[in-house]
């Protein structure tokens, strides 16, 4: 239960992070460390499929995207100024939602742990089984995703190239 | 459809289908040659006018001939002995006219004249054989546009296009009113068959006196009555001589008297109120239109002004309802024609020798032209009642008639018409064929024998119809009246020395007198109506005539431009309503829809998170 | 997932990641093979769904639903690769990548209505929204950029929903496939299926989370736009819900097709009005595109057969006609350099092909007969007017109305009239520019004249 909290406790650092880090690559890392820990979680509520999938796009395909996006753009993080809300609004708003969630999250990771899914023969899933033979499909669209991720990224930048030439 | 000659029936087709089918094939012949449209339409109507006197020698009453039309409808055509007349009536005036128009220099194009001329032939003897109301109407209806064109081709001056539109609204809308007033019968007896009609009449209750009236306004245009005439003396200003002798002065009268005797005697039956207010118009259309006829110095107007006048008399022999005066109407219908037209044709001849249609101009040409003037002489006399020509007879038999009704008002109006009329013939033949010869009308030689001998054969009939007054009477008029349904008593023809043959002599005594006091007065022929014109009240009567009071076309003119007016703003507002007032909210509407959407980004989300929670809160169950 | 028509999504798909390689020796290859690829793929589709047209008493072995919306991707695909070849696209964006990411949104699509379960939807939909983010920023020139951004950051609310809604789904069945969500009747089902249906409205573009479709439709170049209008927001977005629509037959719906019904007629009304004052060619398309999206809605939002039958037939409709008139108004933009319709004055003398086709697909638009568009529209009014919603079937009418009054004003503003001066230099775009737009208004005609065929088939879908 306390290792519930905690790994909570860091997802919700990794995504405040992820918002407010002035800049790129720490954002970047932020997510990772955020994904890291949902996957974590879905491994502890024997969401064997689930873990693999946001381990595997979350905290691989992404990140590398988002790094290898950044360091695209590095030019312009030095010149253009955000816009942000006072720094001081956030404390405030973190230690509300922590309060409220200690006090209904508990009930509700019960309420899901119920829902576990097991198998009909009662074993373990393996990832083997899951990639390959029972959503083989996904494989496929985890191929086009990435080469979407790609394609646009080669697209979005490429004139960034031409303007600076 | 059998057209072969050996039957009756067929031969009934005959002034139908031949000159149809001759008419359009003078469409085709080709402009270059000289003569050959007006042989064969003179051709054509002498081939008519054959069928005409050979369906009569065959008599018989009551030929009848149908044709089915589209297998389901049929229509009629019948021959009784007042059609068979009148058959006759209008061949020979198609002859007389074809031969007659040869030598009239502006009657337009002869390809469409001659054209329009077989198809008025057609057209009236339709109207006079067919059985059929409805076919009746599609025969006199179609003679509006022949009317039209007729005068459009006359010359290419402003004032002829807009008579010929004059001619064809005044002609159309009375044409109309008569539809109305045929379907109203449609309506009241569900059959449209005349015979059907005949054998039980119509009474005047109130859809039969209202469709009376309607068909009444018809026929009296047709006719040329008060107040629906004054297209004539425009048309007479502008259009040729030769049009004038054919369709007002002849065939007019003759389609439109056959119609109103139909309507009166033969469909309806009459009671008296609608019987005075016939022979009231009667009496109006006589003594107005001779007063206007007296003080024209135009030779054609003068005489188209009597053609009005004299309608009144046909109107009022046939309102008598007795069957002296409708003797009196109808002799008084063809002998009309016969004179008129003979004297339209004098006119027509003079023009073509003189140019000149002023008779103040004119003088002096009886030995220059005498046959035109003989013939004018003779038609002079018959048109005033002068005995013993066919003019007399025909108004002697009138006056009986309206004796016999017992309302002597009417006879007096008569007799005072009588009285101008002669005046106003004196006064023409005065100036044009006696006085002074002018220098300028020296070198005038008589017309062409083309001109002359139609004349010459109207003239002969006058003479004919008046010395042989039986000929006519029992073997035309008798069996008419007869057959229509109204049996004289008393021997119609023959010279009767008594009280009425008196009151004509004073009618001669009497426009002398006012011709010759004229004439003393002023000294210039042209000018001996001129003491009646400037007497003191008709002057000014004369003054509102001539600038169009009493002309109910230049009444409606005036109303229309108001009425048009009223529409337009009427229009105006529907346009408001319909097109405006929808098209300005849409787009007050869509300028907003475009301000909303400017482009804010954060507006946006917003807009996207209140809608979702407002979304998921209806479906758990929150309804406003 | 429908295994016989797995090379529709396959072979686009390689065909994308082997554009690349060829494209090191030579662009034009490369370009040739992505329309090749294209082209075979619409000739053999064209084929399989001629067959099943015209031979209606043969059974489809294969699902109706899935082959005529392939067959619409692949008109719709070829269409504007074809256009992009000679537009000139290569000024404007990277030929490569530009090409590649349209066979993936292609393979994509074709995945997408092959699927039969709602987590493989899902997935399939984010990955047209990565293509398509990508292709909104085609053309820097215009501000694509602030489109694009505005796109993503705008519907990530519906990819919310849709996850919140399939877990929901999948925590009371147990299992997402279409087959055994459709027998059950669990609540929590329900719910889990209206939160996905919310979610794919936000994705769909239909009032009031339509914002994002006027800028971007705008912002994009005109070539995408035609794109996105034609085939990517009803494949991604309308499609689901029709999907849901035909598995839940036999639930209570009456709370989510009222939903269903305000927010379709609200889009009709919106779109017609707002398309009346606009001065900008594209942004009114855009307008007339949200207005459509309503009709769609109103056919699914009855649940009854003869509304979906009506839906699929007009999302074919609008995925033709839209096509037609974008690209009309690519056409005329790169002849006069503007899209603003106070500029464009009397062009019908020198443009002519192209204000014929405007004149077909705007007429068919507004449901003039006998084009295709007035069948699809009398269906829907009729599948509304067979539910009782008759208000409804009113305002659909008079929007009708109000689509034919901007479409001919439009026609009149930008073809009609008399030349304006700045424009007398003006030419007709090449020929090769104008297949596509000749072919689709064919089909435009076709499938008006054809309809009883087409009916006859879509009514296997139910």
């Known amino acids: ?165 | 459809m059998n057209l072969i000659n050996s039957t009756p029936t067929g031969i009934m087709m005959i002034p139908l289908i031949i000159p149809l089918i001759c008419a359009i094939l003078i469409l085709f012949i080709s402009e270059k040659t000289r003569y050959v449209r007006e042989f064969f339409s003179v051709i054509v109507t002498a081939v008519s006018l054959w069928a005409a006197i050979k369906l009569f020698k065959i008599g018989g009453d009551n030929l009848e001939l149908v044709f089915s039309w589209f297998s389901s409808h049929k229509l009629h055509f019948k021959l009784d002995y007042l059609s068979m007349f009148l058959l006759f009536s209008v061949s020979m005036f198609s002859f007389l006219i074809s031969i007659y128009s040869i030598s009239i220099p502006n009657k337009g194009n002869p390809k469409i004249f001659y054209f329009l001329l077989l198809l008025t032939q057609v057209a009236s003897s339709g109207v006079v054989l067919s059985d059929n109301l409805l076919l009746m109407l599609f025969f006199w209806e179609s003679m509006v546009i022949f009317l039209y064109i007729f005068i459009y081709i006359s010359s290419n001056s402003q004032q002829t296009k807009s008579t010929a539109l004059k001619t064809f609204l005044i002609n159309g809308i009375a044409d109309i009113s008569m539809m109305i007033g045929i379907a109203m019968i449609y309506y009241i007896t569900s059959t449209l068959s005349i015979s059907e009609i005949s054998k039980t009449k119509i009474i005047m209750t109130g859809w039969g006196t209202l469709s009376f009236f309607l068909i009444l306004i018809g026929t009296l245009t047709k006719a040329g009555a008060f107040p629906f005439h004054t297209w004539i003396p425009q048309a007479a200003l502008y259009s040729n001589a030769s049009f004038m002798a054919y369709i007002p002065a002849a065939i007019d009268k003759l389609l439109g008297i056959y119609f109103l005797a139909r309507i009166s005697l033969h469909i309806f039956q009459i009671n008296l109120s609608v019987q005075i207010i016939l022979m009231i118009i009667a009496s109006i259309t006589i003594i107005a239109a001779v007063m206007m006829a007296l003080i024209q110095t135009d030779y054609k107007r003068l005489l188209s002004y009597h053609a009005v006048s004299q309608t009144g008399y046909m109107i009022l022999g046939i309102s008598t309802l007795n069957p002296i005066g409708i003797a009196g109407g109808l002799f008084h219908m063809i002998n009309h024609a016969t004179y008129k037209s003979c004297l339209f044709m004098t006119a027509g001849s003079v023009e073509r020798q003189t140019q000149i249609n002023d008779i103040s101009k004119l003088g002096g040409l009886f030995w220059k032209m005498p046959a035109t003037a003989i013939c004018f002489i003779i038609s002079a006399a018959a048109i005033s009642g002068i005995a013993p020509l066919n003019g007399y007879f025909s108004k002697e038999l009138v006056y009986k008639g309206t004796l016999n009704t017992g309302y002597t008002i009417f006879f007096y109006a008569a007799e005072i018409g009588s009285v101008l009329t002669l005046a106003s013939f004196l006064k023409l033949g005065h100036s044009v064929f006696f006085g002074k010869l002018n220098d300028n009308l020296k070198g005038t030689k008589e017309a062409p024998l083309t001109i002359l001998l139609p004349m010459i054969a109207l003239s002969c009939i006058c003479i004919i119809f008046g010395f042989g007054a039986h000929l006519p009477l029992s073997k035309l008029i008798q069996p008419s009246i007869v057959s229509i349904g109204y049996i004289p008593h008393t021997e119609l023809s023959g010279f009767h020395l008594d009280n009425l043959f008196l009151i004509s002599i004073t009618i001669i005594i009497f426009s002398l007198t006012l011709h010759i006091s004229g004439f003393s007065i002023y000294g210039k022929p042209y000018k001996t109506s001129d003491h009646i014109h400037y007497a003191p009240i008709i002057k000014n009567i004369y003054q509102l005539a001539e600038k169009g009071y009493f002309d109910l076309y230049e009444i409606f003119k005036r109303i229309f431009k108001s009425l048009a007016n009223i529409l337009f703003k009427i229009d105006r507002f529907f346009d408001i309503v319909i097109d405006k007032i929808p098209s300005n909210i849409s787009i007050i509407f869509s300028s907003q829809i475009s301000y909303i959407h400017r482009g804010i980004y954060n507006y946006y989300m917003l807009a996207i998170f209140i809608f979702v929670v407002v979304y998921l809160m209806y479906l758990g169950g929150i309804k406003w | 997932m429908v295994i016989d028509l797995l090379s529709y999504s396959l072979i686009p798909m390689f065909s994308s990641l082997a554009l690349p390689f060829f494209a090191k020796k030579n662009i034009r290859i490369a370009i040739i093979l992505a329309n090749v690829a294209l082209l075979s793929g619409f000739i053999n589709i064209s084929y399989l769904i001629i067959n099943s047209i015209t031979k209606p008493d043969i059974i489809p072995i294969i699902d109706p639903l899935t082959v005529f919306l392939i067959f619409t991707i692949y008109t719709v695909a070829l269409a504007i690769s074809f256009f992009s070849t000679y537009y000139g696209i290569e000024k404007e964006a990277n030929p490569i990548s530009y090409y590649s990411l349209i066979l993936l949104s292609v393979s994509a699509m074709t995945s997408l209505v092959m699927v039969r379960d709602l987590f493989s939807l899902y997935l399939f939909v984010e990955i047209l929204a990565v293509c398509s983010f990508a292709l909104i920023t085609s053309d820097i020139k215009s501000n694509s950029i602030e489109a694009a951004i505005k796109y993503f950051f705008l519907t990530f609310p519906a990819s919310i929903l849709i996850i919140l809604g399939i877990s929901l789904v999948l925590a009371s069945q147990k299992a997402l496939d279409f087959e055994i969500i459709s027998v059950s009747t669990n609540i929590m089902t329900m719910i889990g299926l209206s939160f996905v249906i919310i979610g794919f409205l936000i994705k769909s573009g239909v009032v009031p989370f339509h914002f994002w479709t006027l800028d971007v439709y705008q912002g994009a170049s005109s070539p995408i736009s035609a794109y996105l209008a034609g085939i990517i927001t009803k494949i991604g977005g309308i499609y689901a819900i029709i999907k849901i629509s035909i598995i839940m037959k036999y639930y209570p719906v009456e709370t989510i097709s009222s939903i269903l019904l305000f927010t379709s007629i609200l889009t009709i009304l919106i779109g017609a009005f707002g398309a009346i004052a606009q001065k900008d060619m594209k942004r009114m398309l855009a307008y007339s595109s949200i207005s459509q999206m309503g009709y769609i809605l109103a056919g699914v939002s009855t649940f009854s057969s003869t509304g979906i039958i009506a839906a699929v037939f007009h999302l074919f409709n609008h995925a033709t006609f839209k096509t037609v008139l974008f690209l009309n108004s690519a056409c005329i933009e790169k002849q006069t350099g503007t899209t603003n319709m106070t500029e464009l004055k009397g062009l019908e003398k020198k443009m002519p092909i192209t204000s014929w086709t405007s004149i077909i697909a705007s007429m068919s638009t507004a449901g003039i007969p006998p084009l295709s568009g007035f069948w699809s529209k009398i269906l829907v009014i009729i599948a509304l007017w067979q539910v009782g919603y008759i208000k409804s079937a009113i305002i659909a009418i008079i929007a009708s109305i109000i689509t034919l009054g901007y479409f001919v004003l439009m026609q009149r503003k930008v073809f009609f009239g008399k030349l304006a001066e700045k424009l007398t230099e003006i030419k007709e775009v090449e020929s090769p520019l104008l297949l596509p737009v000749i072919i689709m208004s064919l089909m435009i005609i076709l499938a008006g004249i054809y309809v009883t065929y087409i009916y006859s088939y879509l009514e296997k879908i139910m």
């Open chain 1, 1 to 165: 239960m306390i290792l519930y909290v905690l790994i909570y406790l860091v997802i919700i650092v990794g995504v405040v992070g992820a918002v407010i880090s002035k800049k790129l690559l720490n954002s970047a890392i932020m997510l990772a460390i955020a994904s890291i820990g949902i996957s974590l979680l879905l491994f502890g509520y024997s969401a064997p499929w689930a873990a693999v999938f946001e381990l595997s796009v979350c905290a691989g395909l992404i990140t590398v995207l988002f790094i290898s996006a950044v360091s695209l753009v590095k030019n312009e993080e030095d010149t253009t100024k955000e816009k942000q809300i006072k720094y001081s609004i956030f404390p405030l708003i973190m230690s509300a939602v922590v309060i409220l969630s200690s006090i209904f999250i508990p009930e509700y990771f019960e309420k899901l742990s119920s829902y576990a899914n097991t198998t009909q023969n009662g074993n373990e899933l393996k990832i083997g089984d899951i990639i390959w033979s029972i959503r083989g499909i996904d494989v496929i669209a985890q191929i086009m995703l990435l080469a979407g991720g790609v394609f646009a990224i080669k697209h979005i930048f490429s004139y960034v190239k031409k303007q600076e030439e």
